[in-house]
């Protein structure tokens, strides 16, 4: 893996690190709202960065709707699959298998 992969998942992992030490105060729905929400706010706050102006900004906002609700799509189904495959594993034995 490269230094770059490594320190996306290096991330990712903190971020999961973080969300699960917030469920010990706040109820795991709370805490799955509040991340998403800080995604969105964090990655509308990207684009405008990324903009050289409110006019590209603009004309930007569409596309990265469409990429990153679609991105966000297939992460969360990879996601709730793999959790399908491995729900023993996971979180606790299927008592209706």
């Not at 770059?4 to 969300?19: G, N, S, T």
């Not at 991340?35 to 930007?60: C, I, M, P, Q, W």
Request: proline letters at 1%; aromatic letters at 12%; a negative charge.
């Amino acid at each position: 893996m490269s230094d770059k992969e490594d320190q996306f998942w290096d991330l990712v992992d903190a971020f999961i690190q973080r969300a699960n030490d917030s469920c010990e105060q706040a109820d795991a729905s709370m805490v799955s709202a509040a991340l998403l929400h800080a995604a969105a706010r964090f990655n509308a706050f990207t684009v405008a960065g990324a903009s050289v102006d409110r006019k590209e900004y603009t004309e930007e906002i569409e596309p990265s709707l469409r990429y990153l609700t679609n991105q966000y799509r297939d992460l969360l189904r990879d996601n709730l699959e793999d959790y399908r495959e491995n729900y023993k594993v996971y979180m606790r034995s299927d008592q209706d298998e």
